[in-house]
């Protein structure tokens, strides 16, 4: 399986609330990433946290990493209608990035 | 303007014959790869290359052949196209390696029938 597994699969919220997708692995890792994927196109790198990070900020954006438990979150606060895609954590693995299943956000206006 | 860029976007062709999909960063970015993209499955890694001349195997390497021959292309062939090989195909380039972006290209829709 794949070594990033997102949480939940599907998420559909009202615009203006907060987004939280959880995103856990199995091996120690050098760093964890997000992208957003919009429909059929290629994805978007988001954020990069590092392994001695607990918690990062980019814009409406907050991840956090707890390496115990081997698992990220992220937050996307105040969501709007254009935040609806697939978000995707990958995991540095090697020399390979590893990328989970995705979280199929949609925020409805 | 930095770019992946992939051709074709689109292909329908039929087992068996063979075909490339082109790849080519501007970015002068060392690492390239190719993923495949199927519901249910997510991104798994086809190959991947490190530099020139240097291509090694990801996760689902089988009925694929990679080339590495200059820094900014990077083809991805499929000598016998099967109907299992029917996806969503996205080559990936970065700077480096350990901690570095991937830019991803607009994505190549294969079907094979």
């Known amino acids: 399986s794949q070594q990033g597994e997102e949480d939940p699969q599907a998420l559909s919220i009202q615009e203006g609330e907060n987004a939280t997708m959880n995103c856990s692995y199995k091996?120690?890792?050098?760093?964890l990433q997000w992208y957003r994927q919009n429909s059929g196109r290629g994805l978007v790198h988001l954020i990069l946290?590092?392994?001695?990070?607990r918690e990062k900020h980019s814009g409406r954006l907050r991840v956090t990493l707890d390496t115990s438990k081997k698992s990220s979150s992220l937050l996307i606060t105040a969501s709007r209608a254009a935040d609806t895609a697939s978000y995707f954590c990958?995991?540095?693995?090697?020399?390979?990035?590893?990328f989970g299943e995705g979280t199929q956000l949609t925020v409805n206006p | 303007e930095a770019q992946v860029t992939q051709n074709p976007r689109y292909l329908i062709t039929v087992t068996g014959k063979k075909l490339t999909v082109t790849c080519s960063q501007n970015?002068?970015?060392?690492?390239m790869s190719w993923y495949r993209q199927d519901p249910g499955l997510g991104l798994r890694q086809i190959y991947y290359?490190?530099?020139?001349?240097?291509?090694d195997k990801g996760d689902v390497p089988e009925g694929y052949k990679v080339s590495r021959k200059e820094k900014r292309n990077f083809p991805l062939i499929l000598e016998s196209p099967s109907p299992n090989q029917t996806s969503l195909y996205f080559c990936?380039?970065?700077?480096?390696?350990?901690?570095?972006?991937?830019?991803f290209g607009p994505g190549t829709r294969l079907t094979v029938l």
């Open positions: 946290i590092r392994s001695n990070e």
């Open positions: 091996t120690s890792i050098n760093n």
């Open positions: 290359s490190m530099n020139v001349e240097v291509t």
């Open positions: 990936a380039s970065s700077l480096g390696w350990r901690g570095a972006e991937q830019f």
């Open positions: 990958a995991t540095d693995a090697g020399s390979r990035l590893t």
């Open positions: 970015m002068n970015h060392e690492y």
